[in-house]
């Protein structure tokens, strides 16, 4: 999984080909009839935007990190482990990245409760506008969805609020003090 993880880390053309592939799947289950390639094309124009802001984030993050993938992945990684950075520019770049996720993550539960109110509207729509089976399909798609976010989203929370606790409580080193 590790290698996995370090692999879309380096390379963010293979997360947004493999998101567009699955969220293509998930449409063609949900909504069959329609051929893979049509929907696939559809899923592209409509993920556009969300492709850009990933994109435009993922370029201050990696500024943040110093300035290349390979160490945006390298502090990804300790920072999933708990290891405290001991270079005093790791640690500030660690620094730098904890504080930055942590601001964009400010307001993450009234975003959650707002997704959640969200997903509940277009359960309610697609019942009232298609089957049975669209009508479960997208209900048991927004429930698992909405676990994994709000699941995964409190998790990345404490381990950010952890390793800035950790970096700020452990002595750093001598060239690190005169900042």
Request: proline share 3%; hydrophobic share 45%.
């Amino acid at each position: 999984m590790e290698r996995l993880n370090s692999y879309l880390g380096k390379h963010l053309w293979a997360q947004i080909v493999l998101t567009l592939l699955v969220a293509s799947a998930v449409s063609m289950l949900l909504f069959p009839g329609r051929s893979f390639g049509t929907v696939l094309v559809r899923t592209a124009v409509f993920s556009a935007g969300g492709i850009a802001i990933m994109i435009a984030m993922r370029r201050k993050e990696e500024r943040a990190a110093g300035g290349s993938a390979d160490r945006l992945v390298t502090l990804e990684r300790k920072l999933r482990k708990g290891d405290v950075p001991t270079d005093p520019r790791e640690r500030r770049a660690m620094r730098d990245l904890v504080e930055q996720r942590l601001h964009r993550t400010r307001h993450r539960v009234t975003a959650q409760v707002f997704l959640v109110v969200l997903f509940c509207a277009v359960v309610t729509a697609v019942a009232a506008t298609s089957g049975p089976r669209q009508t479960v399909g997208v209900a048991v798609f927004s429930g698992v969805f909405l676990s994994w976010l709000v699941f995964y989203g409190n998790r990345q929370h404490r381990l950010l609020r952890t390793m800035r606790d950790a970096l700020a409580s452990e002595t750093p080193g001598a060239s690190d003090r005169s900042h």
